[in-house]
């Protein structure tokens, strides 16, 4: 049996500055990662002008992270 490779992270509910663990491997995701080392921006979704919420990949599992919650930080 495959575990999940699909996630959702709600922004909301993480402590600190943005920086979380991936689900599945533990792989620490910043927002600070600029060059695509730990994950890729696989598609951004807007809600009128603001970010409504991502679609990152984790390089080390390949697990797809769906992240919301983006409307709390304006």
């Known amino acids: 049996m495959q ?9 909301t509910k ?6 979380f663990s ?3 491997c533990g ?3 910043s927002p ?9 921006i696989l598609d951004a979704h807007m809600r009128g002008d603001e970010l ?3 679609m990152l ?3 080390k599992c390949e697990s797809q ?3 919301t919650g983006f409307h709390a930080l304006s």
Request: net charge positive.
């Open 65 to 67: 992270i769906h992240l």
């Open 52 to 54: 409504d919420s991502i």
């Open 14 to 19: 993480i402590n600190g500055k943005g920086d």
């Open 32 to 40: 600070d990662d600029r060059n695509e080392k730990t994950y890729k």
């Open 22 to 24: 991936c689900p599945r």
């Open 57 to 59: 990949l984790c390089n």
């Open 3 to 11: 575990t999940s490779r699909f996630f959702t992270v709600d922004l």
């Open 27 to 29: 792989t620490k995701i």
